[in-house]
């Protein structure tokens, strides 16, 4: 089932996601489901929690569009629980990101090229692995969504104001996408 993505401006956005619990979600496999559904149909390579309405530590990837560059990410298809980022090394590299939450807008952001992670996968078995390249930026970036933060965020203060306008626009739906969406300054009864 495809979900509504909810666009910048919302507070859920920027909350601190809370861990989950096997217990709490024993049918995980449905929303995980779900939510790749509402990734492929928006587009996407990634997709937070947060980012359809749930603050909960989850966020998926799917990072088979970059297979051609790197190979290694045939394939490469997962779903982050609990996720904990223990480690970024090497020298920050920048890449062209956009974001689900925030469409049309696109900019350089720069991360660490090497991440080392702990997570649980749906079926609440625990990884600790090592990602560098694209992999990496992309599992940063939906990371960065569960910890309420966002990819303008890293912008310098004068490319922030920049597309401030943007931003706002967004947050009252005045944007055109082809996904559904949420947007939290939308006037109601348009």
Not at 104 to 117: F, L, S, W
Not at 151 to 167: A, C, G, Q, V
Request: aromatic share 10%; net charge negative; with cysteine.
């Amino acid at each position: 089932m495809k979900m509504p993505i909810i666009a910048y401006g919302d507070p859920v956005l920027r909350k601190k996601a809370t861990a989950i619990e096997p217990a709490e979600y024993p049918h995980i496999q449905g929303l995980v489901n779900d939510m790749f559904e509402t990734m492929y149909g928006a587009r996407g390579v990634g997709l937070a929690a947060p980012q359809v309405g749930l603050s909960m530590r989850l966020f998926i990837v799917d990072a088979t569009p970059f297979g051609d560059e790197e190979p290694e990410l045939n394939d490469f298809k997962k779903a982050f629980i609990n996720a904990q980022i223990l480690e970024e090394t090497g020298e920050e590299w920048g890449f062209n990101e956009g974001c689900l939450s925030i469409p049309d807008i696109r900019e350089d952001v720069y991360r660490k090229p090497v991440i080392q992670i702990s997570y649980y996968d749906e079926n609440w078995k625990h990884h600790e692995e090592t990602f560098k390249g694209m992999a990496a930026r992309i599992i940063q970036h939906e990371y960065d969504h569960i910890e309420g933060k966002l990819f303008t965020d890293k912008l310098s203060p004068l490319r922030r104001r920049l597309i401030e306008k943007k931003l706002n626009d967004i947050s009252r739906g005045i944007v055109d996408v082809d996904y559904k969406m949420k947007f939290p300054a939308a006037k109601k009864g348009r």
